[in-house]
């Protein structure tokens, strides 16, 4: 129940295009989900976050939609560009604190 | 304001040894997680440290174990390190731990 499942593993998409990453997860007292992205030789850095009373939020050309009833929530990233490509992980906190992280997804933005 | 440190970069340790890391979060912060990264295994949570104390703990052996001082600095120890522990570790820091976590760079850790 504490997991949070992410897909796709890895995922190629032309520059341009949209990249969707998606997310799962059981436990109803998750309460704070944040996507993180990180390039090679460098921790994860916070990209954008989301709580559970809002259904959508965009910054940029990130946006996490969350369907509370699904228990899911995803990060689309529009306009993909070239440096995009890294690897994203989505998360989510309960109220111990603790971050439950999902697999990772390698994101490769193709020229 | 500075970032999360992490201390040495890279290490080169061999079976059997033990090692410590260090990690020095950003002023304020309270809490401090650390984290095991493998290719194609993700980040794998060890432990987080909160005001001096542990507050979640990851499944790993014994062997893996953590302190925080009451500056907020933190240090974790492996002992009888194991080939299996190659692998770059991660420090995280944040004020509460349900907020934005920030990372240092990691310490790179090779086992011979």
């Known amino acids: 129940q504490q997991q949070v499942k992410q897909s796709p593993q890895s995922l190629i998409v032309q520059k341009g295009g949209i990249s969707i990453i998606n997310c799962a997860y059981e436990?109803?007292?998750?309460?704070?989900f944040p996507w993180y992205q990180q390039f090679p030789g460098k921790g994860p850095a916070l990209l954008i976050a989301?709580?559970?009373d809002v259904s959508e939020k965009k910054e940029g050309r990130f946006t996490i939609s969350f369907n509370k009833s699904a228990k899911q929530f995803s990060l689309h990233i529009m306009d993909s560009q070239p440096g995009d490509s890294a690897t994203y992980f989505c998360?989510?906190?309960?109220?111990?604190?603790?971050?439950?992280w999902g697999a990772g997804t390698k994101l490769i933005i193709k020229p | 304001k500075a970032g999360v440190t992490q201390t040495p970069r890279y290490l080169i340790k061999t079976r059997g040894q033990q090692v410590t890391l260090s990690c020095s979060p950003i002023?304020?912060?309270?809490?401090v997680s650390w984290y095991q990264q493998t290719p194609g295994q993700g980040l794998q949570f060890l432990f987080e440290?909160?005001?001096?104390?542990?507050?979640n703990k990851g499944n790993f052996p014994g062997r893996f174990s953590g302190r925080q001082f009451s500056n907020s600095r933190s240090e974790m120890n492996v002992s009888t390190l194991e080939l299996g522990d190659s692998a770059l570790y991660l420090c995280?820091?944040?004020?509460?731990?349900?907020?934005?976590?920030?990372f240092g760079q990691g310490t790179r850790l090779t086992v011979v």
């Open positions: 440290y909160f005001s001096e104390t542990q507050r």
């Open positions: 002023s304020g912060h309270r809490s």
């Open positions: 995280a820091s944040s004020t509460q731990g349900d907020t934005e976590a920030f």
């Open positions: 436990n109803t007292a998750f309460d704070y």
């Open positions: 998360a989510a906190t309960d109220s111990n604190y603790q971050l439950i």
């Open positions: 989301i709580r559970p």
